[in-house]
């Protein structure tokens, strides 16, 4: 296999962010000797995590075995998760907030036919359903865990107790048309083709107001293993969790 000098789109901040807590794993649990430094380690989880690059592409260009490479990957996805904000974290942070940006994304998965329950109807592909919280400026505040891609965004939300927890720190939300009914602290605009002129312009400014959850989805899937997953879905709740810190701790 031929390998080839590249670069990852990430700062050196990010890459020091992780190797810190690698080291800090390595100390606590008294490893002696390894083929990579806590660096270089780093350096190849950003990789797959930023580029999607496959155990085998990193394998040829780290030089060290495809066994190795999926135990070093799992254990900085492991490290990064733990450190992933909860949701009573995240609406503690968001109570300095003027108001929150709800959505909810799927992940593409490579599932077949068969796995019905991970079938999208809204978006015709598989795919796990996360649910994402920003800023009233589009910034990431916190990851949902991930259910099936046939999961109604609603129901995800109710699932993950979302709109409990919005009502309780009385927060004020901001939704598109598939959190109807969720409850009035969750604003969501009017349904229907012919509205009358001011349920048009509610719907305009609450467009303008909603679309910057947009550019936390883009920052999200801007780490392209996102963009297809093949590992089992047992293990995408962690990768979104090692994303979301990684994400924080870059801006």
Excluded at 40 to 54: E, I, K, S
Excluded at 90 to 119: N, Q
Excluded at 224 to 231: E, N, Q, S, Y
Aim: with cysteine; aromatic share 6%; glycine share 6%.
């Amino acid at each position: 296999m031929l390998v080839y000098p590249s670069s990852i789109d990430l700062s050196s901040r990010t890459l020091c962010f992780l190797a810190n807590h690698l080291r800090s794993r390595r100390l606590e649990i008294g490893t002696r000797w390894r083929r990579l430094t806590t660096g270089r380690q780093a350096l190849l989880a950003l990789a797959h995590l930023r580029c999607g690059d496959t155990y085998a592409q990193l394998a040829a260009g780290f030089r060290i075995g495809i066994a190795t490479v999926y135990r070093y990957i799992r254990e900085a996805v492991d490290i990064l998760a733990v450190l992933a904000p909860s949701l009573t974290e995240a609406m503690r942070s968001a109570r300095t907030k003027a108001f929150v940006l709800l959505d909810g994304t799927l992940l593409p998965i490579d599932r077949i036919a068969a796995d019905t329950p991970y079938y999208s109807g809204k978006h015709k592909r598989h795919g796990m359903n996360v649910q994402v919280l920003t800023d009233p400026f589009g910034r990431l505040l916190w990851a949902s865990p991930a259910l099936p891609g046939c999961t109604h965004d609603l129901t995800a939300a109710r699932t993950h107790g979302i709109i409990d927890a919005l009502a309780g720190a009385g927060l004020k939300c901001w939704a598109d048309k598939a959190y109807q009914g969720a409850g009035s602290h969750v604003r969501v605009p009017f349904r229907g083709r012919r509205l009358e002129r001011w349920k048009r312009r509610h719907n305009s400014s609450h467009a303008k107001i909603r679309c910057l959850v947009e550019q936390a989805m883009a920052v999200l899937k801007g780490w392209r293993l996102l963009r297809k997953l093949r590992c089992s879905t047992n293990r995408i709740t962690e990768i979104v969790k090692a994303v979301l810190v990684l994400q924080l701790a870059s801006t």
